[in-house]
């Protein structure tokens, strides 16, 4: 089926930037949203950054001018670029894939759920 595998989340002293790579595999014809999500010990899943098939981003306030979030569509990759990263930006950093669709034998194949991968940590220490 489909799998989103997260890497590049370290530890980072404030002011510091990290890169989170993403990639999509699976019998994938096309991804509408691609997006990253985070997750701390206090807090809810939300929203850092996402990034439509026709390029469109929609950025957390709290990462605009800080974070950049792009991919390569032909490759199913999503990067988010983190710089000037602070101490608040510690969690647990998820790939999510909105509006995939999978190629079977029949033809293409929409999925009406979300794809999520398993995390990767981000800490940045003061």
């Known amino acids: 089926q489909v799998q989103l595998v997260e890497s590049g989340g370290g530890l980072v002293q404030a002011g510091g930037s990290l890169r989170l790579s993403c990639a999509a595999s699976?019998?994938?014809?096309?991804?509408?949203?691609m997006a990253w999500y985070r997750q701390d010990s206090e807090n809810e899943r939300e929203l850092v950054a996402a990034i439509s098939d026709e390029a469109n981003t929609n950025y957390a306030d709290s990462v605009k001018g800080r974070f950049t979030i792009s991919r390569d569509v032909a490759k199913n990759t999503v990067t988010l670029q983190m710089n000037t990263l602070k101490p608040e930006d510690t969690a647990v950093y998820y790939c999510?894939?909105?509006?995939?669709?999978?190629?079977?034998?029949?033809?293409?194949?929409?999925?009406?759920?979300?794809?999520w991968g398993q995390g990767t940590r981000v800490t940045v220490s003061p």
């Open positions: 999510n894939a909105d509006g995939v669709v999978t190629m079977s034998f029949a033809g293409p194949v929409p999925f009406e759920y979300d794809f």
């Open positions: 699976g019998n994938i014809h096309s991804i509408k949203t």
